[in-house]
C-alpha cells in the first residue's frame, strides 16, 4: 500500500510542542479529510482545540506503507506515527 505521509507540528497547551505523522492512503488527499483525523488524534491526547491548518500540518513525501500501519489504516483510515512530545 502506498501512503502520504504528512508532517505535523501542533503546539500543545502546555506550550510544548507535538511532532507526529498522518499517514494515509495515498489517494487522500483532501486537506480537510486528513486535518480532521489530526483532530481526532489531538482530543485523543487531551489537546483538542489546538489548531491543526497548513502552518502545522504539510505533505511531506509518498512511501511503501510499513506492516505495522496496514491495520490502523484499514480500520480508521489513517494511522499517526508519534516522534516528539506526544505523551
Known amino acids: ?3 502520504g505521509v504528512w508532517d505535523t507540528y501542533v503546539t500543545k497547551k502546555d506550550g510544548s510542542v507535538m511532532h507526529f505523522d498522518i499517514i494515509v492512503p495515498e489517494q ?3 486537506v480537510d479529510t486528513i486535518y480532521g483525523y489530526g483532530k481526532a488524534y489531538l482530543k485523543s491526547k487531551s489537546q483538542e482545540g489546538q489548531p491543526i ?3 502545522e500540518c504539510q505533505f ?11 491495520s490502523d489504516i484499514l480500520q480508521q483510515g489513517y494511522y499517526i506515527f508519534e516522534m516528539e512530545n506526544c505523551t
Open 28 to 30: 487522500i488527499t483532501s
Open 53 to 55: 491548518t497548513s502552518k
Open 1 to 3: 500500500m502506498n501512503v
Open 60 to 70: 511531506c513525501h509518498f512511501q511503501n506503507s510499513k506492516e505495522l500501519w496496514v
